[in-house]
C-alpha cells in the first residue's frame, strides 16, 4: 500500500479502515480482523461510540503500535477548548494509546475555533501527530485557515463518484490540506454500484465497481476510508494497488458527478437542526 505525506512530513497510508455504526458489540473483531487484513490506518470518532472496542481490537491486532495510524474525532457538544481538551483525554482513554496519530474536529459547528486551540496545543504537546477537520466546505476551511497559528494537516469529506468536488480539492492543494474521503461509496446509495461507466472499466480492468472507486480517490491523491463487516470485502478493498486507471476511465467517471452530497450537506438547515435535534439542543427543543 502506497502512504502520502502530509504537509508536517507525517505520513499516512493512503487506504484505511472506518468503524461508522459497526456496532460496540461486533467492533473488536472486526478491527481485528481489518488490521489482519492488511489495514494499518483505523478511524473511528467519539460519536461513533466503540472507542473502547476499537481499542481492544489494536491492542491484540498483533501489530506494533508504530505501524498503526489511529484517528478519532471529537463532536458537536465537545467544542470549545476545555470540552474539547476533556474529549481527547476520554478518547485517548478509551482508546488506551498514549498518543493519537490524528484528531479531528468532526463538524464545522459550535465553538470549533476554541477546539482549534486545543487541537493545537495538543499538536504542540505530542499527544498527537497530526490535527485536522471533518466536513469543513471550502469557506470554513478557507476562514480557519486565515485564522489559526497551524492550518489543519487534512480534511475529511464525503466524497465519491456522485459527489467529486473539484473545487474544494483545488482549495485544499493551494492551502496544502491533505484531503481524506469518507463514504468513498456513498452507501450505495443512488445505484451506485450499478453504474455502467463503473461496471464497464472494471470489466476492463478485472476489478470491481467498489475497487474502481477506491482506485479512482487514491489516485487522485486522497487517503480514502472504506467500511465493512465481512472479511472478503476487507481484502478486496485492499486490492486496489495492482492496477491503474487510464484517462479514458478517468474522463468516464467525471461525467458521473452530480454536484451535491448524498449523505451530509452541513450547508442546509434541514441537516444542520438534523444534526442538533441529536443532541437533543434545547434552542430546537423549544421550537
Not at 499538536?123 to 486565515?146: E, Q, S, W
Amino acid at each position: 500500500m502506497e502512504r502520502i505525506k502530509l504537509y508536517n512530513g507525517v505520513s499516512v497510508p493512503m487506504e484505511g479502515f472506518g468503524v461508522f455504526q459497526v456496532p460496540e458489540q461486533d467492533c473488536e473483531q472486526v478491527v481485528r480482523n481489518a488490521v489482519k487484513a492488511g489495514y494499518r490506518l483505523i478511524d473511528t470518532a467519539s460519536s461513533y461510540q466503540n472507542e473502547e472496542a476499537v481499542g481492544r481490537g489494536i491492542r491484540d491486532c498483533g501489530v506494533a503500535r508504530e505501524e498503526l495510524f489511529i484517528t478519532t474525532k471529537a463532536y458537536i457538544q465537545e467544542m470549545g477548548y476545555d470540552r474539547t481538551m476533556e474529549a481527547f483525554e476520554r478518547s485517548r482513554k478509551k482508546l488506551g494509546l498514549e498518543y493519537l496519530d490524528l484528531y479531528l474536529i468532526h463538524m464545522p459547528f459550535g465553538d470549533y475555533y476554541g477546539s482549534w486551540r486545543a487541537l493545537e496545543e495538543l499538536y504542540r504537546a505530542g499527544k498527537v501527530r497530526a490535527i485536522g477537520v471533518c466536513n469543513f466546505t471550502p469557506d470554513r476551511l478557507l476562514d480557519l485557515c486565515c485564522n489559526v497559528q497551524i492550518r489543519p494537516q487534512i480534511n475529511q469529506i464525503e466524497r465519491h463518484p456522485h459527489y467529486q468536488r473539484a473545487q474544494d480539492l483545488q482549495l485544499m492543494k493551494e492551502l496544502g490540506v491533505q484531503p481524506e474521503a469518507w463514504a468513498p461509496f456513498a452507501e450505495g446509495l443512488k445505484g451506485m454500484f450499478c453504474e455502467p461507466a463503473l461496471l464497464r472499466i472494471g470489466k476492463k480492468h478485472g476489478k470491481t465497481p467498489a475497487q474502481v472507486i477506491l482506485r479512482w480517490n487514491v489516485q487522485q491523491g486522497l487517503i480514502v476510508i472504506s467500511k465493512t463487516v465481512h472479511r472478503e470485502r476487507m481484502k478486496e478493498n485492499l486490492e486496489i494497488w495492482d492496477f491503474e486507471l487510464d484517462p479514458e476511465d478517468m474522463e468516464q467517471i467525471a461525467k458521473l458527478d452530480k454536484g451535491c452530497p448524498s449523505m451530509l450537506d452541513t450547508r442546509k438547515v434541514s441537516e444542520v437542526r438534523r444534526v442538533y435535534d441529536y443532541l437533543n439542543n434545547p434552542v430546537l427543543t423549544s421550537l
